[in-house]
C-alpha cells in the first residue's frame, strides 16, 4: 500500500469513528487528539530539533486559562470584553497570549545548552503551575467552571460525538502543517540544528531563530490543546498543566516517536490507551489505589529507550509493507546567482592572524591570500593551527589579533552566518552530515540563503515553486560531484569518502565566491581522489577561489598554484608547489629531518 492509501484509510476510519463507538471510547479519543497536538509540537521541538521541554503542560494551561477567563469573567473592560463574546474568539487570543509567554522564556531558556534548557523548562513549568492554583482570579485551586460550549455552523458542540470532529480537524490540520514545514527550506533549517549550530551557521542558518521558531509553534499546539480542552470539559483547575503531566507529554514523543510526526498519535494513543486500561487494572491487582501506571510508564519508557531509541512508530513502520516513495526532482528552473569577483583578484586575505587559545598560541601572526581562480593549499603537519585558522577565516573562532578581509570587506567577528552570505563556503574535516536524512536534502541545505520562503508560507505549501528551485539546485550539485546515483540515499549510509563529496556538493549549492575544504581527500580512494582532484580543477578554471587545507602531500602537489606550509602555528614557507616541496624547513617539518 502506498503512504497516501494509508493514510486515506486512517482517515476514513477517523471519520466514521463517532457513528459506531461507544461513548466512552468517543471521549478516550478526544483526549488522544488534544495530547497528541502537544506531543506534536514536542516532536517538532525535541524529536527534530533535539531541544527537550517538560514545561508543555503550562502551555496547554496558559491556551485553557486565557479562553476560561475570558469567556467567564463578567464586567471586563471594554477592550477585553469583545473577545470573551464566542470562543472562537478567544482561539486567537489564548494562542497569542501562549506564543508571547513563550518568546520571553524561549528567548531567556533557549541560549541554555546541555542539561540547562531541560531544568530551564522545569523551572518555568513549575512556577506557571503554581500561578494557575495561586492566583485568585483564576479561581485557585477550585478552577473556573461555567465555560460556555463551542458553537459552529448555530449547533452547540456539547456532545462528545460532536466535539470529536473539531478536535481532530485541529489534529489533522497541525500534523498536516507540521509535516509540510519539514519538507521545506525551513524545515531543513530546523532538522539541521542536531548536526550542531557550526555547521548549520556555516549554511547560513540564523539557528537561535530556528530554535525560537519551533520553541513557538510547539507552544501555539499546546495553547489550541488548551482551548479545546478548556470548552470540551468547560472546567478547569491547575491539576492538568503541572509539571508531571509535561513529563507525560514528553514520554507520549518519546515513546511513539520523537523524530516522526506520527508519532506524536502513536504516542498520545498509546499511553492514553494504557493509562486508562492500567488504572483499571493495577489496583485490582494491588489491591489498593495509587497511580501505579506511572511505575508502568517508567518502565516502558527504559524499555523504549534500550530497544528503539527513535520511539516506535519506525518500528511499525518497517512492519507496514510500504511502497517507496522516491520524490522526483522536478526539473526547475534556476536559482538566482551572485556576481564573482574578477578571476585574479584577491577575494581573501589574511593579515598577522594571531589566536591563543589560553597559553596555547594556535596561529601566530599568519598571513595568506587566495585569488578568484586559484588553488592555495595550506599544508602542515598535524597540530599546525589549520584548522584553527580555518575557524578564524570562517567566522566560528573570532581572532585574538589580526585582520580577515573577505571580497574587500573585513569579516573577522562577523558571526559565520553573516560571512557564509557573502559568500564563502566550506566542508568539515570531521563529516558534519545528517545521517538520516538524504543526500538531497542534505545539499539543500547548503542553498539555504538562495531562499526566502518562511514559516508560514512552508507550512501552507505556498512556496513549492521556490522549493522547486532549491531542489534542482541542490540535485544539480550533486550531479556535478558525481554522485547522481545516490541523491535520494541517507547520506549516513555512503563511504565516507563519498560523504566528503556530499559535503563539496552542499558547500557549492550555496553558489559561493570562495570555497574553503579541510582535509578533502582524507579517506578517499585513489580513484576518488582523482576526481576530486579533477573537480576542483574545473572549479578553479571557472572563477572560483579554493583554499584546501590538507595533509597529503602528493594530492596537493599535482593541484595547488601555490602552497603555504605551517609548523608549529606559524608559517614556515610558502611558494610555487615545486619551491616549498624542495625547501629544507619543509622537509624537515613533514619528515622531522630525516634526509
Ligand atoms: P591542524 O588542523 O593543523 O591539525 P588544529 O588547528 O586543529 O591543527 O590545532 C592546532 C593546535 O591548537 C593544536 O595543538 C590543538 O590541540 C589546539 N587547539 C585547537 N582547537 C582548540 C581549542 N578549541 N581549544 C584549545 N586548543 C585547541
Ligand atoms: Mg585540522
Redesign the pocket.
Known amino acids: 500500500m502506498s503512504a497516501r492509501n494509508w493514510v486515506v484509510a486512517f482517515l476514513a476510519l477517523l471519520a466514521l469513528g463517532p457513528l459506531v463507538l461507544p461513548e466512552f471510547h468517543i471521549t478516550l479519543l478526544n483526549y488522544i487528539g488534544l495530547y497528541a497536538l502537544v506531543a506534536l509540537g514536542l516532536v517538532l521541538l525535541t524529536g527534530v530539533g533535539g531541544l527537550t521541554s517538560f514545561g508543555q503542560a503550562a502551555f496547554v494551561g496558559i491556551g485553557a486559562y486565557t479562553s476560561a477567563y475570558l469567556t467567564t469573567t463578567e464586567g471586563l473592560p471594554d477592550f477585553v470584553a469583545w473577545v470573551g463574546v464566542s470562543p472562537w474568539l478567544t482561539l486567537p487570543a489564548a494562542i497569542l497570549l501562549t506564543v508571547a509567554v513563550a518568546a520571553v522564556l524561549g528567548l531567556l531558556t533557549l541560549r541554555l545548552s546541555g542539561h540547562y534548557l531541560p531544568l530551564g523548562t522545569i523551572a518555568w513549568g513549575m512556577s506557571l503551575y503554581f500561578l494557575f492554583g495561586n492566583v485568585s482570579f483564576l479561581g485557585g485551586h477550585t478552577g473556573v467552571s461555567g465555560i460556555p460550549a463551542i458553537s459552529l455552523f448555530g449547533v452547540e458542540l456539547k456532545d462528545g460525538r460532536y466535539f470529536y470532529y473539531l478536535i481532530w480537524l485541529m489534529v489533522l490540520a497541525a500534523l498536516w502543517a507540521t509535516q509540510n514545514l519539514l519538507d521545506s527550506r525551513e524545515g531543513r533549517a530546523i532538522r539541521a540544528l542536531k548536526g550542531g549550530a557550526v555547521m548549520a551557521e556555516a549554511m547560513g542558518v540564523d539557528t537561535a531563530r530556528s530554535k525560537l521558531v519551533i520553541f513557538l509553534i510547539a507552544a501555539a499546539f499546546a495553547a489550541v490543546s488548551g482551548w479545546l480542552y478548556a470548552h470540551l470539559q468547560r472546567f478547569v483547575n491547575p491539576t492538568p498543566f503541572g509539571l508531571h503531566i509535561g513529563i507525560e507529554y514528553l514520554f507520549m514523543a518519546v515513546i511513539g516517536g520523537a523524530g516522526h510526526v506520527w508519532g506524536a498519535l502513536l504516542g498520545a494513543g498509546l499511553i492514553t490507551i494504557l493509562k486508562q486500561w492500567l488504572q483499571d487494572l493495577l489496583p485490582r491487582i494491588f489491591g489498593a489505589s495509587g497511580n501505579f501506571e506511572i511505575i508502568v510508564f517508567g518502565l516502558l519508557m527504559i524499555f523504549v529507550l534500550h530497544r528503539a531509541r527513535d520511539g516506535l512508530w519506525p518500528v511499525i513502520r518497517r512492519l507496514a509493507p510500504l511502497r517507496g516513495a522516491r520524490r522526483k526532482v522536478e526539473s526547475a528552473g534556476p536559482l538566482g546567482r551572485r556576481t564573482k569577483p574578477a578571476a585574479g583578484s584577491v577575494v581573501l586575505e589574511v593579515k598577522d592572524a594571531v589566536k591563543k587559545?589560553?597559553g596555547?598560541t594556535?596561529?601566530n601572526h599568519m598571513s595568506l591570500s587566495v585569488r578568484a581562480g586559484e588553488i592555495l593549499a595550506l599544508i602542515?603537519?598535524?597540530?599546525?593551527?589549520?584548522?584553527?585558522?580555518?575557524?578564524l577565516i570562517t567566522g566560528v573562532?573570532p581572532p585574538t589579533a589580526g585582520e580577515v578581509h573577505f571580497l574587500g570587506g573585513r569579516v573577522d567577528g562577523l558571526a559565520s552566518r553573516e560571512i557564509a552570505r557573502r559568500g564563502m563556503s566550506r566542508t568539515f574535516?570531521h563529516v558534519r552530515l545528517l545521517a538520516t536524512m538524504s543526500v538531497l536534502e542534505n545539499v539543500a541545505i547548503g542553498a539555504h540563503l538562495r531562499g526566502g520562503g518562511g514559516v508560514m508560507a512552508a507550512a501552507l505549501r505556498l512556496e513549492r515553486a521556490e522549493e522547486g528551485r532549491l531542489l534542482a539546485e541542490a540535485a544539480r550539485q550533486i550531479e556535478r560531484v558525481g554522485l547522481a546515483e545516490h541523491v535520494f540515499d541517507a547520506a549516513g549510509s555512503l563511504a565516507l569518502g563519498q560523504q566528503r563529496t556530499v559535503e563539496i556538493a552542499r558547500a557549492l549549492a550555496a553558489d559561493p565566491s570562495l570555497l574553503l575544504l579541510?582535509e578533502p581527500a582524507a579517506g578517499l580512494r585513489y580513484l576518488e581522489k582523482q576526481a576530486l582532484a579533477e573537480l576542483l580543477g574545473r572549479l578553479r578554471d571557472e572563477g572560483m577561489g579554493i583554499l584546501l587545507?590538507e595533509h597529503d602531500m602528493d594530492f596537493v602537489m599535482g593541484l595547488a598554484d601555490r602552497v603555504v606550509v605551517?609548523e608549529f602555528?606559524e608559517k614556515i614557507a610558502e611558494g610555487l608547489p615545486e619551491e616549498v616541496q624542495g625547501n629544507p624547513d619543509v622537509i624537515e617539518a613533514y619528515l622531522g629531518g630525516v634526509d
Open positions: 587559545f589560553g596555547l594556535a596561529n602542515g603537519p598535524n597540530g599546525a593551527g589549520k584548522s584553527t585558522l580555518f575557524n573562532d574535516q579541510d587545507v605551517m602555528g
